[in-house]
């Protein structure tokens, strides 16, 4: 536990003294906040408040891949890998306080996004209009842009590529799964993959039982390949 | 702290890099840690750290580094030479590592100081020289005050005020009653710096012994003895085993003994001796005795 501790520590330290780590959430940020104020040109309603919550995974995601990326694959590109294994021989520790770290960052960004982004529309809409689904989308949406930072810490585990951690997760978004669709128009297809899973769970028209059940698709997807990476990281060569 | 490897072995693909590497470093001793290029040295430090997947254990007073309370405040470990982010100041890179172990703002402060990078404490690195990133590494390995170092070619790049400065600091951190393992390719530095030493040649232990033994049991150790009447003391030498040659009108050249057994020797022939000088080879000599049919890579000769 207190191993554990350290780890954390140490991860909390890492991520906070790069600018990159700011720079990457402050984008996450202000794209959000530039998608809410292009809303607010045309006419804002409350049927406009579920919006609130997903705005900031407009280019979040793949951003997300990039801060999860960066957590593992930073110490591989900067050969800091052996220093950090040998202050922490037991790796699932340092391992898990990375991925525990990266989660909390996106999850306190993603409450943040959420709620400036209703915040502003609230205002423009005369202040009413907060109904159920609002907490049920925003809660998805934090799933979905936590995923994608797992989901690129893992790749990049899994490559030993920062970039690669970045750029597989946005290739198979943009383009495997839609070609795939492309080539396969199917239901049975669009189900298994995790990137159109995201996207239903974050869609405003999405119901929200079968919205979370995409959610879950897509963090399962993302679960498995951290337990990938983790048994990766284990057992592999630093 | 007593760190014990056993059996340390790896094979990468048909070659065997690490096979059977055994020994024991004891604190208050500064090891040297030599062998040719592609011998195994930096594989070896990997194994035992547990970097690297291989055959063997390593116990750290008996214990897998992996089991102790805080393993940075027992291994200190400088293994290559730019492991830091280039934008992260020196400080805020120490004060990471000080999360690992639990030391403050005020010992990352000290380590500073005394590395000599206190001036340069809150700038990036990223331009360092290999001298300046080598600073940085060794303050990162000694920032918790680890019972054993280890460090990975040390003196690569550094200026030779700092390599006298390094040399000083290892054997005070050494007599100080800590473990200091040390690779390096400076043998003269070494000789200087080292108690002990391990070599390791194609992989395996060629030597495990101090630094005086090791030297003395060169085949380039000799001894010169000046006396009258040369042929009796080289018939004494081959009754005795040993190889002795003519130099001189009045000198012989005694390899493999002592001054004391070649003293010994023309006392027997009853004549006085004129001068009697021992011929130590350096370590650089003894290494290169000892590690001419383990070298992995040969250069061809100079014309």
């Known amino acids: ?83 950090l294994y040998t202050a922490f021989p037991r790796r699932t520790d340092i391992v898990l306080a990375k991925v525990g770290v990266v989660v909390a960052l996106l999850v306190a960004l993603s409450i943040v996004c959420t709620g400036v982004d209703t915040a502003v529309i609230s205002v423009a809409a005369g202040g009413t209009g907060f109904g159920g689904e609002w907490l049920g989308l925003g809660t998805r949406s934090a799933l979905v842009l936590v995923s994608w930072g797992v989901i690129g810490f893992s790749v990049a585990a899994l490559t030993r590529s920062q970039v690669a951690g970045f750029l597989v997760p946005v290739a198979v978004a943009y383009i495997v799964e839609i070609g795939l669709l492309s080539v396969f128009p199917s239901n049975t297809l669009a189900s298994l993959l995790p990137f159109i899973n995201a996207s239903e769970a974050t869609s405003v028209g999405t119901p929200a039982v079968e919205a979370f059940e995409h959610a879950a698709v897509f963090g399962g997807f993302a679960v498995a390949l951290l337990v990938a990476a983790v048994v990766v990281l284990r057992r592999r060569d630093a | 702290m007593i760190v014990t490897t056993a059996g340390l072995g790896r094979t990468y693909g048909r070659k065997r890099a690490v096979d059977d590497v055994s020994f024991t470093l004891r604190p208050g001793r500064l090891t040297g840690f030599l062998g040719p290029n592609g011998s195994g040295k930096s594989t070896t430090m990997r194994l035992m750290l547990g970097l690297d997947r291989g055959d063997g254990r390593t116990e750290w007073d008996g214990q897998q580094l992996r089991d102790l309370p805080i393993p940075a405040r027992a291994v200190g470990a400088h293994l290559d030479a730019k492991a830091f982010h280039p934008k992260r100041t020196v400080r805020r890179h120490l004060m990471m590592h000080a999360a690992a172990s639990g030391v403050g703002a005020r010992r990352v402060a000290e380590v500073l100081d005394l590395v000599g990078l206190g001036s340069v404490a809150d700038d990036s690195p990223g331009g360092f020289s290999l001298g300046m990133a080598q600073r940085v590494g060794l303050a990162t390995a000694i920032l918790a005050e680890p019972d054993v170092l280890m460090l990975d070619e040390p003196s690569n790049g550094l200026d030779p005020q700092s390599i006298q400065w390094l040399r000083e600091f290892l054997r005070a951190y050494a007599h100080a009653g800590h473990t200091v393992f040390v690779s390096s390719h400076l043998l003269p530095e070494m000789q200087l710096m080292a108690d002990h030493v391990v070599v390791i040649g194609r992989g395996t232990v060629l030597a495990d012994q101090s630094v005086a033994d090791f030297v003395d049991r060169s085949a380039s150790s000799q001894v010169l003895v000046r006396v009258a009447d040369t042929a009796a003391v080289l018939s004494a030498a081959t009754r005795a085993g040993l190889a002795a040659v003519s130099e001189g009108p009045d000198g012989v050249v005694v390899t493999g003994a002592s001054t004391e057994q070649v003293g010994l020797l023309v006392h027997e022939t009853g004549q006085p001796v004129r001068e009697l000088v021992a011929r130590n080879a350096s370590l650089e000599q003894a290494f290169i005795d000892l590690t001419r049919d383990a070298q992995e890579y040969t250069g061809g000769e100079v014309a």
């Not at chain 1, 191993?3 to 794209?31: D, H, K, N, P």
């Open chain 1, 1 to 83: 536990m207190a191993g554990m501790r350290r780890a954390l520590l140490f991860e909390v330290r890492r991520v906070t003294s790069v600018w990159s780590t700011w720079i990457l959430l402050g984008l996450i940020f202000l794209v959000g906040l530039a998608t809410t104020l292009n809303l607010l040109r045309g006419e804002v309603t409350a049927d406009d408040f579920p919006l609130g919550a997903v705005n900031h995974l407009t280019a979040g995601g793949v951003l997300a891949a990039a801060i999860g990326a960066s957590a593992i694959g930073a110490e591989l590109r900067w050969n800091t890998l052996r220093a």
